[in-house]
């Protein structure tokens, strides 16, 4: 939890900036020079080397284990655990123990890269739909249609993301569900909700929008009453060509630093659910649930435990010091 919490300072400072100048035109500020500052900023560089190293670990897996470089994650070996069926240390063919099961700790760590990186950023592209969606209309056209879309916001933000993800994912248990009334028997509308992947970035990312709506609807509010968007409204563009064309590219910037952390809060959110056991099923290894599994064996095999828990937190770290390092590079008021 303390690896969640990590991510509200740079988001307080995002909607801080918003708030403390709100007539900065970011998308003309983003062409002076920006780009090449972004790639020059440590953080930046630190958090997208490490990014980057998992996933390639998480892209040449398959092949690293074709080429018996690598075992496979839900290979089970006799050899792999001792006499009394406990796994074995680092060492060996292992080069982080095994599980109880005898399946290679390493592997199933590079493997489970696979499915915390992808559901996170899936998850992160979900919410941040959700976010621009909603906080641009609530923003850009107010009234009542703003009052009530920020009281649902609120709503959700008052429910903690992992209690709203749980309940939706005890519905995934197969059974299937009927549209209709019992007593209509079309049947041909039925659908069954099952988990996996895509059911798995769908909940969390239905959980994790409400954070960024605020930030992005006070940037509309304050864009909307810009000469440039008047100017437009007097030409006779319509709304959707004013939010596409001047008021999106002028909070981009914004919106990729809330979706650099957004996506630590995604990865951390998929590894929660997997130790609590409603994550992807097994056999397929994800990070959460190695660590759930390997509880009983800390004390005679700790790599079980650290060796997953050492990869959320780069991972989680990694995306917090590139958002940390956009909000710095992007935001022109910014001290330094």
């Not at 596409?244 to 630590?264: D, G, S, Y």
């Not at 079980?304 to 991972?315: F, K, N, Q, R, S």
């Amino acid at each position: 939890m303390l690896l969640q919490t990590a991510a509200a300072p740079v988001a307080q400072a995002v909607a801080d900036t918003v708030i403390d100048h709100p007539g900065v035109d970011f998308a003309t500020a983003g062409r002076r020079g920006t780009g090449p500052a972004v790639f020059r900023h440590r953080l930046v560089r630190v958090g997208a080397a490490i990014v980057i190293f998992l996933a390639l670990l998480a892209l040449f897996a398959p092949g690293l284990s074709r080429l018996h470089l690598l075992k496979e994650p839900i290979q089970q070996d006799l050899k792999g655990i001792d006499a009394d069926g406990m796994p074995l240390p680092a060492g060996g063919g292992y080069l982080l123990g095994t599980d109880n099961l005898g399946r290679d700790v390493l592997s199933r760590v590079i493997y489970g890269a696979r499915v915390s990186l992808t559901i996170g950023i899936a998850a992160m592209l979900t919410a941040v739909s959700i976010g621009l969606a909603i906080g641009l209309s609530a923003g850009y056209y107010g009234g009542k249609l703003d009052l009530g879309l920020m009281r649902f916001t609120e709503i959700n933000l008052s429910i903690p993301a992992i209690l709203l993800a749980i309940a939706f994912a005890g519905l995934m248990d197969g059974r299937p569900i009927h549209p209709f009334p019992a007593a209509w028997h079309w049947h041909f509308f039925d659908f069954q909700l099952k988990r996996g992947m895509v059911s798995l970035f769908l909940i969390i990312g239905f959980v994790c929008w409400p954070g960024m709506v605020r930030v992005i609807r006070a940037q509309a509010l304050a864009l909307r009453e810009r000469e440039f968007v008047q100017a437009a409204r007097a030409l006779g563009a319509s709304d959707v060509r004013i939010i596409w064309r001047h008021i999106l590219p002028n909070i981009l910037p914004t919106v990729i630093v809330l979706a650099a952390v957004n996506t630590a809060n995604t990865i951390l959110l998929e590894a929660g659910l997997s130790y609590l056991g409603i994550g992807v099923p097994p056999p397929a290894p994800t990070w959460g649930g190695m660590i759930a599994d390997g509880q009983p064996y800390f004390v005679t095999a700790p790599l079980i435990v650290i060796a997953p828990g050492v990869a959320i937190v780069l991972a989680v770290l990694a995306f917090n010091l590139i958002g940390r390092g956009l909000q710095e590079t992007l935001d022109p008021h910014q001290t330094r």
